[in-house]
Each structure stands twice: as structure tokens, then as C-alpha cells.
């Protein structure tokens, strides 16, 4: 049992949402994929941090373990995603994701 | 013994069977052998049906041939008509006359159709009625008899068209003739049909008598039982019992013959047998002399109707028959059965108002005129209303009808046979006449004077037909001679020839010389015919006149005995007619001076043609014996087969008034027409329009205008509207105007529906769904423009929504 925090719950959930909102426009309004990517990054983070802090409100540690999972598969994630940034980035000689829109309907 | 008569009917018909289909392989001779063997082949199985009646004591037997056992079965609806032939006297009497005659006919038929293109298949033909004759007297059923009677009709139809192929419209007129035949038939036909299905109502059947069944009970000799219950009963089978193959179980009733003179229970005695031939009365009897053990079930359609007969006079009240939902009394159930009866003999037997087709028919050869349209054909609504002679003899009503209807056919067509120019139209009309006798003599109740009249006829008529055919043919070769020879010149001159008509007998006159054999049996044809003693002709007809006179002075009812004096007085006078025009025939044929070219170059007929000839003039001479004033031998034999038939009595005064009438209808004749000079038609039809016969001659020779009336009424009318539906209905209206509307009115109404319905609504539906999915194509494609974060934002999106969705419930239940 871990000892009461002096800081409130709600604190860390509305520093998570503000998070999360940065991440979530970084990802909508960026056209640069580093930034794109790095927003989706803090969106996760956001996550993690409201899951860490609710886990700590009802003494659960499903929460930690959770962000264990979030934050490994995330780490593959940059993996792959910067992989596919580099491929990209040879066959366009540029990162701007408004470019890659051949797929549109 | 009686189990042959079913090859009666096979031989004639494999006869026909293998002219029809071999005859074109044939030569002449084969052909002939062929169908000459058929026919006599059937008059010796005739001969020993009729010996084997004699020597059986008449036993009428009823066969079921083993191929035809039953061809008309309807268990639910309670009809079996077996196939059934019935030998006994009356329909021996019938297969004697139509082999007999027919056999001579077919010899006769060889020469007369010497030549011909299709000269076997005439004889194909002949055949083929042979068969069909003998099926409807060999009968034992009303079904049987029509379908005899109809057979005959389409042999009739085939032989009087027989010639449709002649030039110049002959053939056309032939083949109308027998249209005509066939037509005037169907009318008649109608009328038997309606009989038989109103006799099967009510009676349940149609079989005339069934097995086991006594015909007659004032001289019978009992039915025929089983032979095989008959041998345990000792001596007394002997006769009769042995020809009974019936299958029915009445044998266990026995075969027990006792003597008896009219009661019937003495003891037997040995000489039972004899000489029951000439004595009806002592007659050999089963132990049950009348039908009284059999149920209604067991018995034919005549011997239900005596017995119904019976008890209604017992008892004093009318038996109902039930029409479904209508019920008429017995003897108005009779009444409509018989007169629909002699609706068929009129037309079959040429009565009026259907006798126009028999005059007509004479379209055909000769050989088929005499043997079908004199001999036995025509016979066959005689025939059929004496086998009915119970009914005819119950219904006072339509007794008088059938005599009335007789004595008047027999002076219109004894009238118009005086006014008439073709030899053999003559000699139709006369058949018409004669079978008015019969007939008269079947409404007057004179069953045996009737059949005799019809056998006698039939022989004299025969007779006299193939004189004039054989006539006809020495005219006609006569015409070929003078062609030939004495004309080498005129070759081109085929108008003449063609104009010739050697039937004509005003192109006749003084064949007597020429053609002595035709001559001299002519002569006694026609003396026969006349009723001239002692030629059979005289015995049958006297006959008639003796039983009319005694139905008249006989007092059985006022229309029986009306029926009589009115049949005396008109057969008379008949007979009178029938004297004048045979000798006026006779005058015009064979008398005075050769009229034409032709005629004097006539020869004498080959011996095909003239032996025929003298043996039917050897039967008509020596016929009338069988049925003389002192044996009445003709009366007994047929009373074991007609309930009703009783021997005449013979009025010695009666008989000389009717010979004198013959004997001056012969001199008037002799005096008209037997000029020494010959006849002169020119010369003499002036001379007789300034006599007050002149109207009388006139109505006569135009056929009592009976065919223009007919033509007026029926005919003309019939044809104008087949003319009328034809013209107006089928082809004006529904081809041009009908079929037009109907064809503008599919134009419109397809039209009508190629617009707003075709484009409009199956186009629109159609065309409408491609253009909605181009249309949500369009609008789907939009969203998906290939912007990540375009995607991005629905997905935001997206999820903003499912949170919301998440918390309504959260603030609900928190609210």
C-alpha cells in the first residue's frame, strides 16, 4: 500500500488531458511525420500518466502493469514508425505527410 | 354348332381386310376370287346356322366369340354390353338374304365392273358391308345393331361415291349423292341413338333377349340351357340343349323338355321332336315355359318390357320409369323409344321425310344399288323394328305412325316412279315404295308378312337391279360399238358422245330381241314385283294386304283398326302404281323400236352377268313357297324369334283384288306406252299435256317437287348461312374488321405502354438505381481524400463519440 500522495487525482488527470489535447493537435495540425510521430508519443504518455495516476487512487497495479505493456509496444512502434519515416523519406525526399496522398478516394 | 357364327363376320372382313391392302397387287381375277370366296363363304356358314336351327328344333343360341367377349364395360356406372351375336330365326332368316343375295351380287359385280381402275377396292368394299351387315343382324343388343347399322352407313357412303372421280362434274354429282346418303342418314341415326339410350334407362340394358331366356312362350322350345347340366337329365337334351355355350348359371335350372300342348307339365315322352316345324303347339318346353323364375335382371330389354307389360294390365295401374327428376308412365316411355326407332328406319330404310337420298344413290354401280340400296341395307329399319316388335306391338300410338308413314312413302314414291325417265331411279323409287310396305306391314303388327315382304324383295329387287345394270352395260357397249365403227370419222365429235345417257330409257326400246336372257328375267322381276301369282311377289304382298285387312275388321282398338283400312286402301293403290310403272319399263326398255344408235347395237351381257341373273329369277319364282296360305312355314319359323309374330289368314277375294289391280296397272301401261311404233317421247309428252293428266305427269316426273321443297326449307337456308358465317362472320368480320380492331387496339395499347410504363417505370427503376449508386459513389469518395490527418480527424472524431456515448449513462444515473 502505498502512501496517500500529497498531490490530488484530479491534478494528474487534467496535467493527462492537457497532454493528451497537445498530442492530439501536434498529430491533426503538424505536417512534419518527426513531430507527427512525436505527438502521437506524448498522446501515449498522456494515457500512461492518467493510467499510473488512477491506479494509485484505488491501489490497483493493473495500471502499472498496463503502462508497462503501452510504453514497450510503443518503443516497437518508434521502431517501425521511424523505419517507415526513413522509407519515405528516400522515395519522396521529404516528410510532409500531405504529400503521400495517393490513396485518396 | 352356332359357336362359327363369329366367322360370319371375320370372313367377309378378312376379305375386305386383304382387297384394301393387297388389292393394288392384285390382278382382276385374284381380287374377285377373293371377295367372291368371302361372300360365299358366309352364305355356307348362313346355310348351316339355318340347318342347324331346323335340325335343333329352332333353338336360338347366344354367342359370345372368344375374341370379344365384352368390349363395352362401365362397372360404376352399371353398363356391360357383351359382345353377344344371337343366332335364331329371324336373324338367320336376315344372314340368309344378305350372303345369298350378296354372293350372287359379287359374281355379277365381276363382270359388271370388268375394267374398272379400282376393282378391288370395289370389292373391297362389298366386303367390308357384308361384314358390317352381319354385324348388326347377328346382334344380340341394341349397340351391336347400331354399330352395324352405322358400318353399313360408310359402306354405303363409299360405294355410292364410289365413282367420285368421273369427268364432266359426274364424280362431283357422285360424291354428292353420297353425301347426301351419309347426311339424310345421320338424322335417322340420331333418332336410334336416342332409342337405345332411353331403352337402356330404362331397362338397364341392351341385349335383346339374355341366355336363358324364352322369346316367345306360346312356342318356344325353351331356351337354350347348358348342355353341361342337360346330359344329367337324360334322353330328352337331344335337341337344343347342345347348342346353349351359355356361361350364365342358369343350367342348374335343367334342361328338362316336356311335351306339352299348352299346359305344360305332362310327362316327357320320347317323340317330343318331331315335326315341330309345322306345328307350334306341341312344341318341346323347358319346365319353366315362361320367363317367370328369372328376375328382371336376368332378362333382356323385350322380355323386361313384356313383363312389365303384363303386370300393368293385371294390375290395372301404370308402371313409372323414373327420368331423374321427371317420371313418365311405361307406355309413354314405349311410345318415345319407338317413334325415335322408326326416326332411325326412315332414315335408314328410306322412309319419309328421309327417303330423298335413296334415289340419289343410285350414283353408285349397279351391283351396290341392288345389293345395298334394294336388298338388304335399306331392310335394316325393318329388321330392327320387327327384333322390336314388343315395344312396336305395345305402342298403339307409334303402330299407326309407322303404318301411316309406310302406306304414304309407298304412293309418293310409287307415284313418282311412273313419272321418272332414268331405269334406275325408277327402279330407287320402287324400292322406296316397297319398303313403304314393309314398313306399313310392321305398323299394322304383320311381323311376318313384313320379313317375308323383305325377303321376297330382296331377291326380285336384286333381281330387277341387275337387269338394268346389265341393260345399262349392253347400252353403253352398244354406244361404244356404233362410237367405234360406225362413227370412224368423227373422232372430234365428242360432244355427242358425252350428252349419251345410257340410263335414259328414252334412248332404249326393243332390247327384248337383243338381250333375251336380261328380257326374259326382267319380265319376271317385274311380274314379281307387280304381284303377279304365282312369282313370290305376289304371296308376300298379298300377305300385307290380307293382314291389313283383318287388323282393320279385327276391332283391336279404333287406331289399330284405322291403321288397317288405311294401310288396305293405300297399298292398293300402291300396288297399282307399282304395276304401271314396272311395265312401263318394261314397255319403254325392251319393247317397240331401238330409240337410238346405241341401243341397237346393244349386246347381250356377258355369263358373269346374265347367271346371277337366272339363278335370282329361279329364287323369285319359286320363293313364295315358303310361306304359302297353306304351310304358313315362313310365320312358324318366325315366331320362335318375334313375340308378336302370328300367320296370316288368306282372304281368297282380296287376293284377286289385288291381282286385278296388279293386272291393270300392267294394261294401262300396255296401252300407254306399248305403241308398235315405240315410244316417241317428243310426240307423246305433246299429246299428254292436252290430257287432264298432263299436272299429274308433271308432279311426278319433278319427284313431287319433295327435293325443292327440301332444298327450299333446309338446305338453301343452311347453305346461306354457312354462306353467311363464312363470308360475313369468319372472313369480313373476323378477318378483316375484327382482326383489324384487334390488331390497332394491340398497336394502342402498346403504345400506351412503351411510354410511361416501359421507359418510365422499368427504365426509371433501372437507369434510377445506377444513377444512386454513381451518385452515393460520388459522395462516398469524398471523405477519402488521402490525407492523414483528414483520416485523422474522423477518427478524433470518432472517438469524441464513443466517449459521449460512454458518459450519457454517467450522467444520467449521476443527474
Known amino acids: 500500500m502505498l502512501p496517500a500522495s500529497p498531490v490530488e487525482v484530479e491534478a494528474y488527470v487534467i496535467l493527462s488531458f492537457v497532454l493528451f489535447v497537445i498530442g492530439t493537435l501536434g498529430v491533426l495540425l503538424r505536417r512534419n511525420a518527426i513531430l507527427v510521430f512525436m505527438s502521437v508519443e506524448l498522446m501515449l504518455n498522456a494515457g500512461n500518466l492518467a493510467l499510473v495516476a488512477f491506479a494509485r487512487q484505488w491501489n490497483n497495479l493493473d495500471g502499472h502493469l498496463f503502462v508497462f505493456f503501452v510504453m514497450t509496444v510503443a518503443a516497437a512502434e518508434v521502431a517501425v514508425g521511424l523505419a517507415l519515416i526513413v522509407a519515405i523519406f528516400r522515395s519522396k525526399n521529404s516528410i510532409d505527410i500531405d504529400e503521400l496522398h495517393q490513396l485518396e478516394g | 354348332m352356332s359357336q362359327i357364327v363369329p366367322l360370319i363376320i371375320l370372313i367377309p372382313a378378312l376379305g375386305s381386310f386383304i382387297n384394301i391392302f393387297w388389292g393394288s397387287r392384285l ?16 352364305f355356307i356358314i348362313a346355310l348351316l346356322l339355318y340347318f342347324n336351327l331346323l335340325a335343333t328344333n329352332y333353338q336360338e343360341a347366344i354367342i359370345n366369340p372368344f375374341f370379344f367377349d365384352s368390349w363395352l364395360r362401365i362397372p360404376s356406372g352399371g353398363v356391360e354390353i357383351p359382345w353377344q351375336m344371337r343366332v335364331d330365326t329371324l336373324s338367320v332368316t336376315m344372314m340368309l338374304v344378305i350372303t345369298g343375295v350378296g354372293t350372287l351380287i359379287h359374281v355379277y359385280a365381276v363382270g359388271y365392273m370388268h375394267g374398272d381402275e379400282r376393282f378391288s377396292r370395289f370389292f373391297a368394299y362389298l366386303n367390308l358391308f357384308l361384314a358390317f351387315m352381319l354385324v348388326l343382324v347377328t346382334g344380340n343388343n341394341l349397340l351391336m345393331l347400331f354399330v352395324g347399322w352405322e358400318g353399313v352407313g360408310l359402306a354405303s357412303y363409299l360405294l355410292i361415291g364410289f365413282w367420285f372421280d368421273k369427268a364432266k362434274g359426274e364424280g362431283y354429282r357422285n360424291a354428292n349423292a353420297a353425301r347426301k346418303a351419309f347426311i339424310a342418314n345421320r338424322v335417322g341415326d340420331f ?28 312356342v318356344q322350345t325353351g331356351a337354350a340351357w347348358s348342355d353341361h347340366h342337360g346330359d344329367a337329365y337324360g334322353e330328352d337334351d337331344g335337341h337344343g340343349a347342345e ?190 315404295s316397297q319398303l313403304g310396305f314393309m314398313v306399313a306391314a310392321v305398323g299394322i303388327g304383320a311381323y311376318v308378312p313384313a320379313m317375308f315382304h323383305l325377303v321376297t324383295h330382296a331377291f326380285f329387287k336384286a333381281l330387277l337391279f341387275l337387269g338394268s345394270g346389265s341393260v345399262i352395260h349392253g347400252v353403253e357397249h352398244g354406244h361404244h360399238h356404233v362410237h367405234d365403227h360406225g362413227h370412224d370419222d368423227h373422232h372430234d365429235d365428242h360432244g355427242h358422245e358425252e350428252a349419251f345417257d345410257a340410263q335414259d330409257m328414252r334412248n332404249m326400246g326393243g332390247l327384248a330381241g337383243k338381250m333375251p336372257i336380261t328380257f326374259v328375267t326382267y319380265i319376271i322381276g317385274t311380274l314379281a314385283l307387280a304381284g303377279i301369282f304365282p312369282l313370290a311377289g305376289f304371296w308376300s304382298k298379298d300377305e300385307i294386304l290380307a ?45 317397240g323400236e331401238p330409240r337410238s344408235e346405241a341401243a341397237e347395237h346393244a349386246p347381250e351381257s356377258t355369263a358373269w352377268i346374265t347367271i346371277p341373273l337366272m339363278v335370282l329369277a329361279f329364287f323369285v319364282i319359286t320363293l313364295g313357297a315358303m310361306n304359302t296360305p297353306w304351310g304358313h312355314r315362313f310365320a312358324t319359323w318366325l315366331e320362335y324369334s318375334a313375340r308378336h309374330a302370328h300367320a296370316g289368314q288368306f282372304q281368297i277375294l282380296l287376293a284377286i283384288i289385288a291381282l286385278s289391280v296388279g293386272i291393270g296397272g300392267i294394261y ?23 290430257t287432264p293428266a298432263a299436272p299429274a305427269w308433271h308432279a311426278a316426273n319433278q319427284r313431287l317437287w319433295w327435293d325443292d321443297v327440301y332444298f327450299a326449307v333446309f338446305i338453301n337456308p343452311f347453305i346461306a348461312a354457312g354462306k353467311f358465317l363464312a363470308d360475313v362472320v369468319d372472313w369480313r368480320f373476323l378477318h378483316d374488321d375484327f382482326h383489324n380492331l384487334l390488331t390497332a387496339g394491340f398497336q394502342r395499347a402498346g403504345g400506351m405502354l412503351a411510354t410511361p410504363v416501359d421507359r418510365g417505370v422499368i427504365d426509371g427503376s433501372v437507369l ?20 492523414v490527418r483528414s483520416y485523422g480527424v474522423w477518427l478524433l472524431s470518432g472517438a469524441i463519440l464513443v466517449v459521449i456515448f460512454l458518459l450519457i449513462p454517467l450522467f444520467q444515473n449521476g443527474g
Open chain 2, 191 to 218: 333418332g336410334l341413338l336416342m332409342a337405345i339410350f332411353l331403352t337402356f334407362w330404362t331397362f338397364g340394358t341392351l341385349d335383346f333377349f339374355k341366355p336363358g331366356e324364352i322369346v316367345n312362350p306360346d
Open chain 2, 27 to 42: 390382278e382382276e381375277k385374284q381380287s374377285a376370287l377373293i371377295a367372291i370366296f368371302a361372300s360365299t363363304g358366309a
Open chain 2, 243 to 432: 347348342e346353349g355355350d351359355h356361361t350364365e348359371g342358369e343350367a342348374s335350372l335343367g334342361a328338362t323338355f316336356v311335351l306339352t300342348s299348352n299346359a305344360y307339365a305332362e310327362e316327357v315322352e320320347d317323340d317330343h321332336g318331331d315335326d315341330h316345324a309345322t306345328d307350334p303347339a306341341i312344341a318341346a318346353a323347358p319346365v319353366f315355359p315362361d320367363n317367370s323364375h328369372l328376375t328382371m335382371e336376368q332378362m333382356g330389354a323385350f322380355g323386361q318390357a313384356e313383363r312389365m307389360i303384363a303386370e300393368q294390365e293385371e294390375s290395372g295401374e301404370a308402371i313409372m320409369v323414373q327420368f331423374g327428376p321427371f317420371e313418365f308412365r311405361f307406355g309413354v316411355v314405349i311410345t318415345i323409344i319407338t317413334l325415335f326407332m322408326l326416326l332411325g328406319a326412315t332414315g335408314k330404310s328410306a322412309q319419309i321425310p328421309l327417303f330423298v337420298w335413296l334415289p340419289d344413290a343410285m350414283a353408285g354401280p349397279t351391283p351396290v344399288s341392288a345389293l345395298i340400296h334394294a336388298a338388304t341395307m335399306v331392310t335394316a329399319g325393318v329388321y330392327m323394328m320387327v327384333r322390336a316388335n314388343t315395344f312396336f306391338h305395345f305402342a298403339e300410338v307409334t303402330s299407326f305412325i309407322v303404318a301411316i308413314i309406310g302406306v304414304i312413302t309407298a304412293l309418293v314414291a310409287g307415284f313418282i316412279a311412273i313419272g321418272q325417265w332414268d331405269i334406275k331411279r325408277v327402279l330407287a323409287y320402287s324400292t322406296v
Open chain 2, 768 to 787: 434510377g438505381l445506377g444513377r444512386f449508386a454513381q451518385w452515393a459513389g460520388d459522395r462516398m469518395r469524398r471523405p477519402q481524400n488521402g490525407f
Open chain 2, 547 to 591: 293382314d291389313a285387312w283383318l287388323v282393320g275388321i279385327g276391332g283391336g282398338g279404333f287406331l289399330h283398326s284405322l291403321s288397317g283400312y288405311i294401310a288396305l286402301v293405300g297399298l292398293l293403290i300402291a300396288a297399282g302404281f307399282t304395276a304401271f310403272y314396272m311395265w312401263r319399263q318394261i314397255e319403254l326398255v325392251f319393247f
Open chain 2, 668 to 690: 294401262l301401261a300396255r296401252v300407254i306406252y306399248g305403241d308398235k311404233k315405240g315410244y316417241d317421247a317428243e310426240r307423246d309428252l305433246d299429246a299428254l299435256q292436252k
